[in-house]
């Protein structure tokens, strides 16, 4: 058996994680091969075969998650690590062809934890008439001396043509509640993405620095 350098056995992890995945339909009426591969430096590469474009986000935890219906298309949902000190944060790139080229769509939180013993986990669903994404969320927030608070509620992201996904909320959350703190930084992350990005850049993950463990 012939040995593996130093070098190849470090990329094998990142390699094996980032294996091609399904096939989907980014574009209505066209199905691609999904690719997830690493890119220089530490970040990895998403594409669909025969599809122009590709968007980039940090290698760390970097996965193809799950694919949801919207608009006659699909959307790929490409989560990676955002660690903070103190935190572990797994956000998720939502990727989609917007009618004019393949961008991200939208940037959420999808599992966080803290060592103070705070908690955010989302569970993302298709909506009937598939205008929309639910995104059925679940937070525990510590109180010095008490119980935890727990929280549960459902965001919902519209499409929109040429345009990143839209907040679409039932009514408006309650100030000093998780559901509002996530508001405030789906807004900047709207605001970030447009006009079409295809990387997850410095300003859109500083845009999680929102203290969620407080």
Known sequence: MTPLSRRLLLAVPALLLLRPATAASLQPGRRAGLML?????D????SGQGIVG???VPQGRARIAFLMPIAGREVAAVAFAADQPGCTL????LVGWDGACLRILGLEVLNFSSQDGASLSSRFAGVGDRTRLGVARTAAVPRPGLPKRWENWTDLLAWRDFSPFADAPVRTPLPGTRQAALA?????????LSPPCQ?????????FSYPLAS
């Open 184 to 192: 405030d930084i789906r807004a900047q992350v709207i605001a970030l």
């Open 90 to 93: 797994d956000l998720v790139a």
């Open 54 to 56: 590709s968007v980039t």
């Open 43 to 46: 970040k990895a590469a998403f």
């Open 37 to 41: 591969e690493p890119a220089d430096p």
């Open 199 to 207: 990387a997850v850049t410095p300003a859109l993950l500083a845009a």
